[in-house]
């Protein structure tokens, strides 16, 4: 029952700190006639000032009840130089994805943008993706809650089991704001659904092979600066690059789903599969 709840508690606290965090950014828009980079930072500084304090003080109780804490916890600071690994591992799989959509002839690149063109609007967008999205749903879900399934699951099922509550949180934020009256933020869809799926599968498989949840929240804040600069052209109003596809969406596709999500999904698994090997031997 005790694991229930706290994965109940985990679950609502990654879930309400969401729609808080979009509730605030409408309110300080609509009210004090916000920009978008204040709006966006705003929802980011409520979602890490909720989600981050009671994730933390959950772990604690969690390592009560269970009479096992780890000599280093998985977001110890100790590591965060993983969290260079899982940002240069996106960067590299989005890069090679690049070079084989080009020379299957599926984008064409027509300029590479020097950097003031693009360099501040990246720069803070980190700060407001580190904020909003990576730090505090990498804590919540591929740290406490996947934490806590494993304690009561076997590991392949307490990945998938995540992945489904992952995919429950935007769903159920959308679903409340949509009964409050507010825009939903994000566009439910099949594809949607599919790559936060994947993506959640990706995410935890690179912090069990690392052991360490900076890996996680360095590819996840790697993806979305790469989506967003790179991949979508002008999403910002700034773009690194400039391409055409010869067929709309390929280039898109083929980069961020097939390269960036699904390739980390793979160099996990074969990381994964190496390490049990030697373990055997």
Known sequence: MRWGVLLIAGWATITGGLFLGSLTGTVV???????????????????????????????????????????????????????????????????????????????????????DQWLMALLVNIGIAFLYEALPEELALRGFLFDVLRHRFATWAAVLLQT??????????????????????????????MLILLFGICLQLLRLWTGSLWTAIGFHLGYLEITRFVVNNNYY????????????????????????????????????GMKRLLQKN
């Open 29 to 115: 828009a609509e009210q004090f006639g916000f920009t978008r980079n204040y709006r966006l930072l705003t929802q980011g500084l409520v979602m890490t000032g909720v989600v981050v304090p009671i994730i933390l003080c959950l772990y604690q109780y969690f390592y009560r009840i269970t009479g096992i804490k780890p000599k280093k916890a998985m977001y110890n600071w100790k590591k965060t130089y993983h969290f260079f690994t899982g940002l240069l591992l996106a960067i590299g799989l989005a890069f090679l994805g690049i070079f084989l959509a080009t020379s299957f002839g599926w984008i064409s690149i027509e300029k590479w943008h020097t950097p």
């Open 237 to 272: 109003g700034s773009s690194i690059l400039s391409y055409q596809e010869s067929f709309p969406g390929l280039g898109v596709l083929f980069i961020s789903l097939g390269m960036i999500v699904v390739g980390g999904i793979v160099v996990s698994l074969f990381i994964l």
């Open 164 to 193: 489904l509550l992952f995919l429950s949180v935007p769903l159920t934020t959308t679903l409340l704001q949509v009964l409050i009256g507010l825009a939903p933020g994000n566009n439910i869809n099949g594809g949607y659904i």
